[in-house]
T-cell receptor
Framework: RKEVEQDPGPFNVPEGATVAFNCTYS??????FFWYRQDCRKEPKLLMS???SGNEDGRFTAQLNRASQYISLLIRDSKLSDSATYLC???????????FGSGTRLQVQP | SAVISQKPSRDICQRGTSLTIQCQVD?????MFWYRQQPGQSLTLIAT?????????ESGFVIDKFPISRPNLTFSTLTVSNMSPEDSSIYLC????????????FGPGTRLTVT
């Protein structure tokens, strides 16, 4: 089983739609959780950290369910510029390095 | 977040040769990491570059193939040795955030093609 699993997509949605991505992780001792965004042929960029209480940044909402070892990202009112690959990222215990999911590709269409 | 640069941005190399990739950060950072992203795949950690000591390699990566230097807190190099076409990939360095939140920031990457 992969440490971090994501639906690869692609998710094709119209502008203005709401879309949700899910991610599961296998290590129950994982400490920190993130969503990164990666545009084609670019480096990953931090989108947001994910906290147990859930957090929101504009149109983006991230949630963490530790009991189910599940992380989600909700994007409301999708824009064309949201088209990218969204990477679910987990930090385990004992080291600072991150483990990346394989990414979910989003294509927002006009 | 730190500003990270990498050189070269891309290269095409012949099999059997070696390439050294440089990563420069605009501020001192404790943690630096090297990742690989093969075509169509996600990121895989190669090693953690430790200042003043040997790098810590992940399973499947060895020092002879991917020697790493970390001479100070703002600079690191990764060498891809005795290259084969399977080494064609994007190589990214990253640095840890300044605080305890553990997020990381990435350099722009080096796109390597081995022929």
């Amino acid at each position: 089983r992969k440490e971090v699993e994501q639906d690869p997509g692609p998710f094709n949605v119209p502008e203005g739609a709401t879309v949700a991505f899910n991610c599961t992780y296998s290590n129950s001792a994982s400490q920190s959780f993130f969503w990164y965004r990666q545009d084609c042929r670019k480096e990953p960029k931090l989108l947001m950290s994910v906290y147990s209480s859930g957090n929101e940044d504009g149109r983006f909402t991230a949630q963490l369910n530790r009991a189910s070892q599940y992380i989600s990202l909700l994007i409301r009112d999708s824009k064309l510029s949201d088209s990218a690959t969204y990477l679910c990222v987990v930090k385990g215990t004992g080291r600072r390095a991150l483990t990346f999911g394989s990414g979910t590709r989003l294509q927002v269409q006009p | 977040s730190a500003v990270i640069s990498q050189k070269p941005s891309r290269d095409i190399c012949q099999r059997g040769t070696s390439l050294t990739i440089q990563c420069q950060v605009d501020s001192q950072v404790t943690m630096m990491f090297w990742y690989r992203q093969q075509p169509g795949q996600s990121l895989t950690l190669i090693a953690t570059a430790n200042q003043g000591s040997e790098a810590t390699y992940e399973s499947g990566f060895v020092i002879d193939k991917f020697p790493i230097s970390r001479p100070n807190l703002t600079f690191s190099t990764l060498t891809v040795s005795n290259m084969s076409p399977e080494d064609s990939s994007i190589y990214l360095c990253s640095v840890g955030g300044r605080d305890i939140s553990y997020e990381q920031y990435f350099g722009p990457g080096t796109r390597l093609t081995v022929t």
